[in-house]
């Protein structure tokens, strides 16, 4: 039937009840409840007054929940206030967005383990995922704040030079996509500051699974940093800074070997180098590529053709194999600017350095159970998805809320354009145990 009313002759009411534009997220709710991670919360001890209204765990679940389905900031958690779905998860009622400042601040201040816990939690959500032999990759990244935020420096900031900045330190598994560890640091930290440091932290979350593997680029390195891994007999493989002495090195090379002759040209040699920091001479392999552009015709590469790059590491691999498994390291990129993009790490909560790494903490925690879920209940298809792109495909639909015949019904909008994909992926969550 078409319609011949315009617009402007709707007449408009505010009267819908028990409404949210979140329906489509009740396969998330409920995968969540399933995997029990309101105990886990619980389990943190975080207590407040006997007579407060919101416990610690349920704040702590709201923010996991709010971060999940698109809050950059929080005072975007208004408009998760009085959705009747996110209300009837948490248990008839949720905490006002100015609350959630409060309570990040107070746990900073109350909680000082909190931060270990939060990270002991986050490898008891991530264990069933990771492999059997795990690639630890490094990476950091810069965080540019619009204030006078505890402990922000101006530091590096490629984006917005001069800004204060937090330089907060990453390690995720590189097989799973799945964060291991964060560490909130001062924007004039340099990328290898304390990162020995933060890896006895994993291999101390890690308890007895392996690391087998470990990529990193050349802003990590050092005496220590290579003695830590290679005390606990792990392969490395990790940039290495082109200096003068290196270039010298290099160029006493005669023999180099070519492993690619097409479009480019890669050649590669070995040596055994020694840095002006190192105790003791390592492997270090050196790869050089040039692009050919004249077709067909055969033309003398020049020295100012080639591109080099050096690669520190204990592997007795191939130089072209240890270049090519370190370019899968890449895709570390995409995981941090999915956790910015999707999950808003980038946006500084409070002014609180403490509170800032909790809130960093929890939105990594999101992300964590985000890629489970997908891993546990989503088809092969769905699994490569964003999490912008999961919202708006599968999240975002209107619903309302009935309680009829002694049950509570959700109905979504009948016209749903993924309807039939969001009923596979419920019948998988309801088949967990």
């Not at 201040?109 to 630890?136: F, G, H, M, W």
């Not at 204030?147 to 917005?160: C, I, M, R, S």
């Not at 640091?185 to 101390?204: M, P, V, W, Y």
């Not at 492997?283 to 050089?288: G, K, L, S």
């Amino acid at each position: 039937m078409k319609s011949t009313t315009p617009v402007s002759k709707i007449k408009t009411e505010f009267t819908l009840q028990n409404a949210s534009n979140v329906g489509g997220s009740k396969i998330l709710l409920e995968y969540l409840e399933k995997i029990k991670l309101g105990k886990a919360l619980q389990n943190l001890n975080c207590t407040k007054q006997g007579n407060s209204l919101f416990p610690v765990f349920r704040i702590l679940l709201y923010l996991i929940v709010g971060w999940i389905l698109g809050c950059e900031r929080l005072f975007h958690f208004r408009r998760l206030q009085h959705d009747a779905l996110i209300r009837r998860f948490l248990g008839g009622r949720c905490p006002h967005h100015t609350l959630l400042y409060k309570e990040l601040d107070r746990l900073s201040k109350t909680r000082p383990t909190l931060t270990l816990d939060l990270r002991k939690l986050n490898q008891q959500i991530i264990a069933p995922c990771l492999p059997s032999e795990l690639i630890v990759d490094l990476d950091s990244t810069v965080e540019t704040v619009y204030g006078h935020q505890e402990g922000a420096a101006v530091g590096t900031n490629p984006h917005k030079p001069g800004r204060k900045s937090y330089h907060p330190l990453m390690a995720f598994e590189g097989q799973s996509r799945l964060c291991l560890n964060a560490v909130l640091r001062a924007g004039n930290t340099h990328a290898s500051t304390d990162a020995a440091a933060f890896l006895r932290q994993i291999f101390e979350l890690l308890g007895d699974r392996p690391v087998k593997y470990a990529r990193f680029d050349k802003g990590f390195g050092g005496e220590d940093f290579y003695s830590l891994w290679e005390a606990k007999r792990i392969g490395y493989v990790g940039k290495l800074k082109w200096t003068q002495r290196l270039q010298a090195e290099v160029g006493r090379c005669r023999y180099w070997k070519r492993f690619v002759d097409e479009d480019w040209v890669i050649e590669g040699i070995t040596l055994i180098y020694q840095a002006t920091s190192w105790k003791k001479p390592r492997r270090v392999v050196v790869i050089r590529k040039a692009q050919v552009f004249d077709g067909d015709q055969a033309r003398l590469l020049l020295d100012t053709d080639w591109h080099y790059e050096a690669i520190v590491t204990n592997l007795e691999w191939e130089p072209i194999d240890l270049w090519r498994f370190y370019n899968q390291r890449c895709c570390m990129e995409n995981y941090i600017k999915e956790a910015k993009r999707g999950f808003s790490i980038d946006r500084i909560a409070t002014g609180d350095f403490t509170a800032n790494e909790i809130d960093l903490l929890i939105k990594l925690l999101a992300y964590n159970l985000y890629e489970r879920f997908k891993r546990d209940c989503c088809e092969p298809v769905h699994q490569g998805y964003t999490i912008a792109r999961f919202r708006l495909e599968f999240f975002h639909c209107a619903a309302t809320m009935i309680q009829h015949s002694r049950q509570v019904v959700l109905k979504l909008a009948k016209d749903f354009a993924n309807r039939c994909a969001w009923q596979r992926i419920a019948a998988k969550v309801a088949a967990l145990e």
